[in-house]
Antibody, heavy 118, light 106 residues
C-alpha cells in the first residue's frame, strides 16, 4: 500500500524558514517523480514544485521560485521542501503527491499545515 | 501558464440525479487532464486521468470526456459520498488546477 506522510509544518514568522518532509512507503520511491501541492485555507489547490526520480529535472511555480527548494533522498525514501523567506501568502496545507503512473498525481499524503504569521 | 476554468462554481444536485461538471483550458492540453475529488479535511483523491480513464477503485458512475480545451466530468447518479469539491488539472505543460466545483446537496 502506497503511503505518503508529511511532517515539519508549524507556525513561523514572516521571513522565516521551514523544512517539510514526506516519508514514502509501499512503492519503489527512487523510480518515480514526486510533487508538492498546497492549499491555502478555504481555497483551491496550487501546484508548488516537482522533482524527477533522479533529481535531474526540477520545476517550481513562479510564486515560490527562488525561495523554495525541492529535494529528495532516495536512500531514505524521502522528499523535502525547504521554504525560505516565507510570506503570509504561503500559509497553506502542503501535500506531497506521487506520480507513479504518469504526470498526474495518483497518491497524496494527508498534508501538513504551514502558518506564516507574526 | 495554462489557465484552467471550471464551471459552475457550485452545483446543487439531488441524490440519484446526474451531475455534469465542466473544465476549460486556455490552450490545448491534448488529453493530459485529470480530475480529483476532495472532501472536507481530506487530501484530494485521483478520479480520472488521461481525460477519460478511471483511476483504480473509482466507481463506474464517474466518467470523463473531452480533449483539447473542453472537458467534462459526469457523475451519473449522485450518491451521498459524492458531495465534495472537484478539481480538474492539466499536466500537458507543467501543472495547473482549476478553481474547483463544489457539488452540494439540493
Amino acid at each position: 500500500e502506497v503511503q505518503l506522510v508529511e511532517s515539519g509544518g508549524g507556525l513561523v514568522k514572516p521571513g522565516g524558514s521551514l523544512r517539510l518532509s514526506c516519508a514514502a512507503s509501499g512503492f519503489t520511491f527512487s523510480s518515480y517523480s514526486m510533487n508538492w501541492v498546497r492549499q491555502a485555507p478555504g481555497k483551491g489547490l496550487e501546484w508548488v514544485s516537482s522533482i524527477s526520480s533522479s533529481s535531474s529535472y526540477i520545476y517550481y511555480a513562479d510564486s515560490v521560485k527562488g525561495r523554495f527548494t525541492i529535494s529528495r533522498d532516495n536512500a531514505k525514501n524521502s522528499l523535502y521542501l525547504q521554504m525560505n523567506s516565507l510570506r503570509a501568502e504561503d500559509t497553506a496545507v502542503y501535500y506531497c503527491a506521487s506520480g507513479l503512473a504518469g504526470y498526474y498525481f495518483d497518491y497524496w499524503g494527508q498534508g501538513t499545515l504551514v502558518t506564516v504569521s507574526s | 501558464e495554462i489557465v484552467m476554468t471550471q464551471s459552475p462554481a457550485t452545483l446543487s444536485v439531488s441524490p440519484g440525479e446526474r451531475a455534469t461538471l465542466s473544465c476549460r483550458a486556455s490552450q490545448s492540453v491534448s488529453s493530459n487532464l485529470a480530475w480529483y475529488q476532495q472532501k472536507p479535511g481530506q487530501a484530494p483523491r485521483l478520479l480520472i486521468y488521461g481525460a477519460s480513464t478511471r483511476a483504480t477503485g473509482i466507481p463506474a458512475r464517474f466518467s470523463g470526456s473531452g480533449s483539447g480545451t473542453e472537458f467534462t466530468l459526469t457523475i451519473s447518479s449522485l450518491q451521498s459520498e459524492d458531495f465534495a469539491v472537484y478539481y480538474c488539472q492539466q499536466y500537458n505543460n507543467w501543472w495547473t488546477f482549476g478553481q474547483g466545483t463544489k457539488v452540494e446537496i439540493k
